[in-house]
Every structure is written in structure tokens, then in C-alpha cells.
């Protein structure tokens, strides 16, 4: 039966919430937003027809408290709740509590949530209808004794990961014995706060692996379709950073027996809407990973090369209606790519970049999509996944597909904080990656300071573009003598000295004023000015163009070349190294102290775990750079702490010897 839907609840936020608000809009539906504190400005919010306000920013006490989602469902008269990915997305709880209310979960059905998503269970089934999957233990006995003793028996190296979700949380690749008893306790941890469920699985991790997964769709009326593949093997800390389709590596016979499989497992569930089917690739082979009961981060991959848009025919199944189209229909068309734009420092291990985002800006391409979710002065908050946009490229052949994403991410502005922007033009331009040859480990064995590192010439072109900006500032301000010109001083033979930083190295610039301004960095000297009538800086006769906005004491910068690069005239976050060296540990960005491993008055020895905070859903761990005794702990555990918050002192030992 039909059951028309009219306004509906997106239970997220961010880039997915303002996806799914597209595809209602378009179909004539109103949208319902909810919100924790630190997203009440948020793009979200504003892009919805209506907006519920859930609770505090920690996304237990919001995003994942079902009472309060429902109630705001109730409260706003909408017909279905969205869950989008994330957060409720695979919580059969929460699939039957919005039933048992009375809306539309606009999802598959709570057998199919409970089974598939259930790595442990879906492994069971995929195993029962002759699927082919990787050894491993998921007993439900969960002490880490027995977890210990089942991975010995696996053997090394292993992959711990979370039974109740994905995306990278609770994942852990162990590689000896000595690792592994921390690593579980780690995994334990990081899954119980993503999912409220700490249950594990512990597989043989295949070194040499591909990551492709098949789109899957089904209705209340006993139709299954697949949409073919995705390759997601371009991963960083098990989260896919790059998807394409169709995979380089798949001939027809091997695309035709993992779609098949894929169809067998959805049929066996009588799976009734969007899911994905997940495999391990390697050498010709395939094995089951998992099944995702839910729309993945990379759908818009599928939507390109297919032109079905997942999210209305989600809305569509989840009101009775049937999917007409034929699996001998459907074809791919051309080849899609999407990057994943995070809030993260490549140059620092990845480390989140919560901040403000001073401006941002799209490319503008007919054969270019941006799923986004955030806007120019939004406040990006630690509390939740560093993700901020996708962007997805479409081509005739690959690598048209791929130089539009190139040409894309070169466009895209993104000023106030970290992205690994150009650590993914970097991947595209790799002639390893072009050819389509790479595995799981491809981050790994890549060099990625030394790609993303602004070179000597990026660099002199943004202090140069600095200093002109801060010489000609200094002259709009000035209130006497404006007839001078900059610089100009008794002794006018002696140039003025601006000092920045640049990726924490100082530089030292001179400028002075003639015909054109004359600016020394280090050993070498240029002529430049800024253009009076567009955004650009001539450097020695060639003009270069660029964007820039300044928030306080930092500048960051555009290139065409080098899309972001800061420069700040002190540390944006304190430098933790230098104050580690003098005893003190500080939080290098805002934070949640997760666990205190140390106690005043401890002895403690160089490598020892100390504490661990966790920023945008992912665990750090900071260990003793010295031995000492611990001389102050000033956090405690569930503790949030801005940038630059002294965590712990430690006196060294030679110096408590004395």
C-alpha cells in the first residue's frame, strides 16, 4: 500500500542532511532539520523548512538520542525520519522505535538492520548462502582474554574491527603480539563511544587488498536491482578519502560473479531499500567484508554513472512504491570519481582541524557535483566527523573524470582551517594511482609531507603576497605623513622586516618601497606589486592570482597551484613539541579527554601512554617524550579542552635526582 510522504526528518547533519533536503525539494517535500548547540548556525539548519533544536553538542545528549528525535518528528507532524549515514543509521532500535510511533523509517526493514547490520551476523549469512568470506573469530564471547587467545589462533597480521558500525571507528590493524592487548582495549573503547556497542570481530587482515563494494536496491514488492560497483581502496585510517566507478581492476566475469553474490545476500533478507554489499579484493579473488544497511558517504558515485538518484527512490520505496526498472536496464555510463574534503592536517598526522571557516567557495563545472555541508564563517566543531564536502567528477573516460577533479579541488576555497585538499590533487596526479594501481596500504607507503608541502617557490609567493598586503595596510592606517611612501625611515637605505611562519618554520622578509616594492627572503630578492584592479600579485613580471583572508595575526591563502596555505606572524596552536621539552603537555587543538592513564607523584619511562583525548570522532594517544614523575594532571576523563590547555607536567628524572 501507498502511503504518501510529505514532510520528513533528516536525523543528521552536515553534507548529508542538505543531500537529502535536495532530493525532497525536488520531489515536493518538506524538510525538518534538527540541531545540537554547536550547529545552530550550521548549513543544515539552515537549508531545512524547519529546524528542532535536540541538546548539547555531544552527540549522545543530540544526533543520537532516539527519545528526542522522535519527539521532534511528533513535534514538527512529519510523516518519516531520514537517518541519513552515521549517528541512528544502522540502529534497528531506532528503526522499530520510529515505526512503533508511527512514522515511516525510510530504511530497510529492522530484520534486515539486525542481521546485516551486525558484522558478526552478516558474516554468519553471507557463509550460509556460499558467499565467500575472510577467517576470523565473532564469538559473542567478548572478554579480552578470549580475544586475545581466538586472535593468536588467527595469527598475524590481524584486523580488529567494530561489529556495530563502520567508517573506520574501532578498526585497528595489529601486527604482533605486543600490540595487540592494547589495541583491543582501544578498539573496545572507540566503538562503544561511536556505537554504544563495544563488541569486536578480529579477522586475518590480507595485505595486497582492494575495497569494492556493490550498491544495492530493493522495494516492498519482492524487487532487487544491484547498481554496480564502487572502489573505495583509496583509504587513510580506514576511511575512504577516494571512490571511483567503475573499479580499473574488474573485467566483466569478476564484476558479474561479486554483483551476483551481492544480489544473493539482499534476496536472502528480502532487503526492501538502499544498501551496499562490501568485498575484499584481491588478485581475481573476492571475499564479504560486510554489509552497510544504509546510504553510504560515496552514493553520489553511483548516481553519476547511473542517473538514478538514491535518495528519492529511498523516499519512494519507503512509501509502497515499486522499482519499475529491469537489472538487464541499467548500464554505467562514463566513469565518476569523488574526493572527500575532511577538516584535517596532512602535515601533522592527520590531526583534526576544528575552526572557523573564514571563506569557502565552489568551482564552477558542468560535469562537477558538490555535496556540501558547510558554509563561509561556519564554525567547524570537534565534536562530530571531520568530513565538510564531497565533490564529484564526472567524465566520458577516466581520466577525464579525473582531470575534472583536479581542476575542481584547484578551484575550491577553503580558508580558516586545515583540509587534506591538496593531498588529494596530489593522489590524482600520481601516475601509480592514474594507471589504477594501488591497494588499501597506498597511503601508507606514500611520502605525504613531501607532497603536501608548500615548496619554495609556493612559499615565497605567499609571503610575498603577505608582506604587500601588510605594507599597504600599514600605509591606509597611517595618520600622519601619508605622502610617504612604506618604508621610509632617516636611515632610508634600510628596509622594513615583517617575520612569519609557514608550516612552523619562521621565515624573515624585507620589503622596501621604489618603483615596485623590493622584498629579500633569505638569500634572494624579488620585485612585486599588488594589481590595482584585480586579485592578483606580480611577482618579477608575472602575475599570479590569488584569495586571501586574514583573521588576526594568520593569513590564509589561495593559489591556483597550492589551494591553501597559511601564514601567521606566531603559532596558530601552540608548538606541543617545545613544551613537552620543558615538562608540559598541552592540547594541540579543542578536545575530549577520553581516559588518564597517570596519577601525580607517578614514575613514569619515555614511550609511556599518558592519556587519551579524542577531536571530530577519532582517538589520539599521547605518550611520555622523557622519563620523569608526573608533577601536575589537570584534566579528568569526559573533560573538553580548548587549544593550548596544559594537560599534564612531567619533571624529568635527572632533574628530580639532583
Sequence with gaps: MTKKISRILVANRGEIACRIFKSCQKMGIETVAVFSDADRDALHVEKADLAVYLGESEASKSYLDMDKIIAAARKTKADAIHPGYGFLSENAEFAKKTE?????????????????????????????????????????????????????????????????????????????????????????????????????????????????????????????????????????????????????????????????????????????????????????????????????????????????????????????????VKQEELQQKGYAIECRIYAEDPLNNFMPSPGKISLWTQAENENIRYDAGVKSGEQISPFYDPLLCKIIAKGNTRMEAINTMIYSLKQTKCLGIKTNQLLLIKLLEDSQFQAGEYNTKFLDSYDIKEKVKASKETTALALITVSLKSAEETLRKRQLLKELPFSWRNNFYKPTSFQFTIDGEEHSVSIKKKDLYEIGIGKDCYQAELSKSSSKVIVDGIAYSYTLVEEKDEFFLHFAEFPQICVIKGERFPDVQKSESEGAYTAGMPATVVKVNVSKGEKIKKGQLLLIFSSMKMEQNLYAHIDGIVDEVNVKPGEQVDAGKEMLRITPLNKTEK
Excluded at 251 to 257: C, H, I, L, M, Y
Aim: negative net charge; aromatic residues 6%.
Design 100 to 324: 512503533d510511533a508511527g512514522f515511516i523509517f525510510i530504511g530497510p526493514n529492522t530484520n534486515s538492520i539486525e542481521k546485516m547490520g551486525s558484522k558478526k551476523l552478516a558474516k554468519e549469512i553471507a557463509e550460509r548462502e556460499k558467499v565467500p568470506v575472510i577467517p576470523g573469530y565473532n564469538g559473542k564471547n567478548q572478554d579480552i582474554k578470549t580475544l586475545v587467545e581466538e586472535a593468536l589462533k588467527i595469527g598475524f597480521p590481524l584486523l580488529i574491527k567494530a561489529s556495530a558500525g563502520g567508517g573506520g571507528k574501532g578498526m585497528r590493524i595489529v601486527r604482533d603480539k605486543h600490540q595487540l592487548e592494547d589495541n583491543l582495549l582501544q578498539a573496545k573503547s572507540e566503538s562503544k563511544s561511536a556505537f554504544g556497542n563495544d563488541t569486536l570481530i578480529i579477522e586475518k587482515y590480507i595485505e595486497d587488498a582492494r575495497h569494492i563494494e556493490i550498491q544495492i536496491l530493493g522495494d516492498k514488492h519482492g524487487n532487487i536491482i544491484h547498481l554496480f560497483e564502487r572502489e573505495c581502496t583509496i583509504q587513510r585510517r580506514y576511511q575512504k578519502i577516494i571512490e571511483e566507478s567503475p573499479s580499473p581492476v574488474l573485467d566483466e566475469t569478476v564484476r558479474e560473479k561479486m554483483c551476483s553474490a551481492a544480489l544473493k545476500l539482499a534476496k536472502a533478507l528480502k532487503y526492501d531499500n538502499a544498501g551496499t554489499v562490501e568485498f575484499v579484493y584481491s588478485q581475481g579473488e573476492f571475499y564479504f567484508l560486510e554489509v552497510n544497511t544504509r546510504l553510504q558517504v560515496e552514493h553520489p558515485v553511483t548516481e553519476a554513472i547511473t542517473d538514478i538518484d538514491l535518495i528519492e527512490w529511498q523516499i519512494r520505496i519507503a512509501q509502497g512504491d515499486e522499482i519499475k
